[in-house]
């Protein structure tokens, strides 16, 4: 489902931490979301999956308002993976783990049924974890855990995914097997991505951030300029599609002096 | 239940018990010994009901608090709740010597007490509407204190006797169950603890943090309110009926999740009937140990839980990674 932000602006604490946002990701497509710390990445996916009332603008997910929506027809929409894995360690399996993310699909009384049960077992399945479905996911290691916490966003079965910084902690193989994962998907998807060469793999589309304004955004190759690389990340680099069809980004051995 | 209702300064045969409780019950069957009877329906029955009743309460509220503020040392002591209820009882007790202040019996203060630090926690805890669970544990803790500092205070105005019995109090005790409390006790502690365990799925969901249930469609402060409002409930009926209880609302849910995990679907029930199941146990051990005198439940519950408890800890693996 597209998500549109429109001149959003958010405040915390009085801080203006994004000022005047706006950008696109269309059905289908995976954007990623790219800037120095402090940019506010992470505060532009709150305001996605509704955890932050903007002061200004709009977050449209399809052609709703994601504040005209109640909390529970947003989630039905939007799911979302973060980094605040601080929770879990207090005895859920994995199998409980994924079916948290039939929470919104559910009032009070709702009880479990087929949808629920296909719902799990499909995303345990693409995600790989059958094996670890009846572990303690305090006890996984950080790789096992973030495809665990893939599969309870799929588990969502959600028309829009928010990923923040979904590859972080893991060794190289375990994050090409990540990325294939979310492509296989093939769900609308918005990715906070810290690592340059990665989110030029794995997305259609880069939008950078730098205190909390857009500076560029568009195709990979338009984006990750030698200028917006120098300006907004302080480094010398070159971005350049190989013959292999994986654009990389060779940097410079010292950054700018 | 049959056999703590049985056993006791003076033992009942099992079938008696029975007949007795039958005969009641059915008003049909011939009725045994008036003394037997008097014992078995006016005294035990009432009693072991309450204990079984307090014991699910506190031990829910325990499961449900150690969730909704995030930590696995919460329950209804470390939040303050049962110290707002010391408070009550004892003003009543030293002030009045155990008769009424302001309308209130012992009971009725405990209740407000607990009601009282439920709600200073409920403000304290919050800023610009979000609850965040580090906050709501330490105000807990606050009140808790500021509580018990007023309740110490009044201890050193007190006599011996009032000593005796605020101590007494503040361990617990079912002794005085009387039939006419359990229609209220059980309506209460019955109906949150229903309504608690409705929110299994919502309490699981908070494991996850907070963040992430929000993005689950969870408004985590709305839910962390109901959820305080409830417990805070079903504690302060529990503590006005059978005094300060410790230990067994942080024990039995760790217990259970130990052995069943942490799904608060299947938790929230079996943590009540195991609380429920303990405190009977506990309480038949503290009215038949130093026969005919009674120990507070307060010492045995953790004395006897305490090592069980620690070895459950010992056992598990998961917690050396977690």
Same mark, same amino acid.
């Given at each position: 489902?597209?998500? *549109? ?5 958010? *405040? ?52 709703? =308002? ?7 027809? @947003? ?13 879990? *360690? ?25 949808? =629920? ?56 193989? @375990? ?9 296989? /998907?093939? *769900? /609308? ?26 500076? @560029? ?10 200028? /917006? ?17 994986? /654009?990389?980004?060779?940097? @410079? ?5 | ?42 005294? &035990?029955?009432? &009693?072991?009901?309450?204990? %079984? ?30 110290? $707002? ?18 309308? !209130? ?24 509407? &979000? ?21 110490? +205070? ?8 009032? !000593? ?7 361990? $617990? ?16 502690? #019955? ?14 969901? #908070? ?26 409930? !079903? ?19 760790? #217990? ?30 503290? &009215? ?19 090592? +069980? +408890? ?11 990674? %977690?």
């Amino acid at each position: 489902m597209r998500l *549109t932000v429109d001149r959003l602006h958010i *405040t915390l604490d009085r801080r203006p931490i994004l000022h005047d946002v706006s950008l696109e990701v269309r059905e289908g497509d995976i954007v990623g979301l790219v800037g120095p710390n402090g940019s506010g990445k992470s505060t532009l996916l709150r305001a996605v999956y509704r955890s932050l009332r903007p002061a200004g603008g709009v977050v449209r997910v399809g052609d709703d =308002d994601v504040w005209t929506l109640s909390a529970r027809a @947003a989630a039905r929409r939007t799911a979302a993976v973060l980094q605040d894995s601080t929770g879990h *360690t207090a005895g859920l399996s994995v199998a409980e783990t994924v079916a948290l993310g039939r929470t919104p699909h559910h009032g009070l009384l709702g009880r479990d049924g087929t949808d =629920d049960r296909e719902a799990v077992d499909d995303a345990i399945d693409r995600c790989g974890v059958r094996a670890l479905a009846e572990r303690e996911y305090a006890s996984l290691s950080g790789g096992e855990r973030q495809r665990v916490l893939l599969a309870r966003a799929l588990a969502q079965r959600p028309r829009l995914l928010v990923l923040d910084e979904l590859t972080n902690h893991l060794d190289i193989r @375990a994050r090409f097997e990540l990325l294939d994962l979310i492509r296989a /998907t093939g *769900t /609308t998807t918005l990715a906070v991505l810290h690592d340059l060469d990665l989110a030029a793999r794995l997305c259609d589309h880069l939008v950078v951030l730098a205190e909390g304004t857009v500076v @560029a955004a568009g195709p990979v190759l338009d984006v990750l300029t030698p200028d /917006t690389l120098r300006e907004v990340f302080g480094v010398r680099a070159r971005t350049e599609r190989h013959a292999d069809g994986v /654009t990389r980004i060779s940097y @410079a051995a010292r950054p700018l002096d | 239940m049959t056999v703590a209702v049985s056993v006791g300064a003076v033992g009942v045969p099992l079938g008696d018990v029975w007949r007795i409780v039958l005969h009641h019950v059915s008003g049909g069957g011939a009725s045994a010994d008036p003394a037997l009877d008097q014992i078995v329906w006016n005294f &035990r029955t009432p &009693r072991v009901l309450l204990a %079984a009743l307090v014991g699910a309460g506190l031990a829910v509220s325990g499961a449900v608090l150690q969730a909704v503020v995030s930590n696995p040392l919460a329950d209804p002591t470390v939040l303050g709740f049962s110290y $707002g209820a010391s408070l009550g009882a004892v003003v009543v007790i030293v002030l009045a010597s155990g008769a009424t202040v302001g309308g !209130l019996g012992v009971s009725a203060a405990a209740f407000v007490g607990a009601l009282a630090a439920g709600a200073l926690v409920f403000a304290l805890g919050q800023r610009r509407g &979000r609850m965040a669970p580090t906050r709501l544990v330490l105000a807990g803790v606050a009140v808790g204190y500021v509580f018990l500092s007023a309740t110490s +205070f009044l201890q050193l105005r007190a006599t011996p006797t009032e !000593l005796r019995t605020v101590m007494f109090w503040m361990l $617990g005790s079912v002794a005085g169950a009387q039939w006419s409390q359990l229609p209220t006790v059980s309506a209460v502690v #019955l109906t949150t603890a229903v309504l608690l365990s409705l929110f299994g799925r919502r309490l699981n969901v #908070l494991l996850a943090g907070d963040e992430s249930a929000t993005a689950l469609g969870v408004d985590v402060n709305r839910l962390r309110a109901v959820l305080l409002v409830l417990s805070s409930l !079903l504690t302060g009926t529990t503590i006005a009926v059978a005094g300060g209880i410790g230990f067994v609302g942080l024990m039995i849910p760790h #217990l259970v999740r130990l052995t069943i995990g942490a799904d608060h679907r299947r938790l929230l029930p079996l943590t009540a009937l195991l609380g429920a199941v303990y405190l009977v146990v506990v309480d038949l051990l503290s &009215r038949t140990l130093v026969r005919p005198n009674e120990l507070p439940l307060g010492i045995l519950t953790a004395l006897l839980g305490a090592p +069980f +408890f620690i070895w459950l800890l010992r056992r598990d693996k998961v917690l050396d990674t %977690a």
